[in-house]
């Protein structure tokens, strides 16, 4: 077990629909991140959280959006699902953000498939 | 722009066999940080190793060894007697420390093979 929580592990659902995954950061961790694998595009990074407040941004499409609560869980919210979408998506937590990365540690990802 | 390459898509070896998986990569930062994580079928994501841009020794952790050498900008990853637990897709990444901060820009990954 990595610390990191994520839920649901597996997710089925139309394509048009919303969907939220959810994150449990390590005890300690105030950084969240957010990775989507798929077969095209790989693992990319979607959008980082630092104790509530958006940090980075990647490749992360209009139709995603992302918060941190001050319990610092993290929501990943997909609206509109295209088939596309299908992937596996990851969150890490680690302490800090900026100049030092000690790496992070990720979630054991959820699976979503959109049909 | 960074990026990560892992030139070696698939690999398969015969138990016992020494393996080295390549990563080359690019960037401008002075100061970067290179990891390798292993992602067996189960899915996860498991970190193995962190390596800072100023410290280019070379690492051994039992039957794993890493040789970073920053004039070929290439951070090779060495399984020595390979067994079938190791197989897995391995991905090399990069987080470039002054202009990406924490986020992690991941090779393709190469998938690794053990063949008993």
């Known amino acids: 077990d990595s610390g990191v929580t994520q839920t649901p592990k597996h997710l089925i659902t139309a394509t048009g629909q919303r969907v939220t995954l959810r994150c449990s950061p390590r005890s300690g961790d105030l950084s969240v991140y957010w990775y989507q694998q798929s077969l095209d595009q790989g693992l990319q990074f979607l959008i980082q959280y630092y104790n509530g407040e958006e940090r980075a941004k990647g490749n992360i499409l209009e139709r995603f959006s992302a918060q941190q609560f001050p319990d610092l869980h993290s929501e990943l919210n997909l609206s509109s699902l295209e088939l596309g979408d299908s992937a596996l998506y990851f969150c890490?937590?680690?302490?800090?953000?900026?100049?030092?990365?000690?790496?992070?540690?990720f979630g054991s990802g959820t699976r979503l498939t959109v049909v | 722009a960074q990026k990560v390459t892992q030139a070696q898509t698939e690999i398969s070896v015969v138990e016992k066999e020494d393996v080295t998986l390549d990563c080359v990569y690019e960037?401008?930062?002075?100061?970067?940080?290179l990891f390798w994580y292993k992602q067996p079928p189960s899915g996860e994501l498991v970190f193995l190793i962190r390596?800072?841009?100023?410290?280019?020794q070379n690492e051994i952790s039992g039957r794993y060894s890493w040789n970073f050498q920053k004039s070929t900008s290439s951070f090779n990853f060495t399984i020595t007697a390979s067994q079938v637990v190791d197989s897995a897709v391995y991905f090399c990444?990069?987080?470039?420390?002054?202009?990406?901060?924490?986020?992690?820009?991941f090779g393709e990954g190469t998938q690794l093979t053990v063949n008993p």
């Open positions: 890490a937590s680690s302490v800090a953000t900026g100049m030092t990365n000690y790496g992070y540690t």
């Open positions: 390596r800072n841009s100023f410290d280019e």
């Open positions: 990444a990069l987080s470039e420390a002054e202009t990406s901060g924490s986020r992690l820009t």
């Open positions: 960037t401008r930062d002075t100061t970067y940080y």
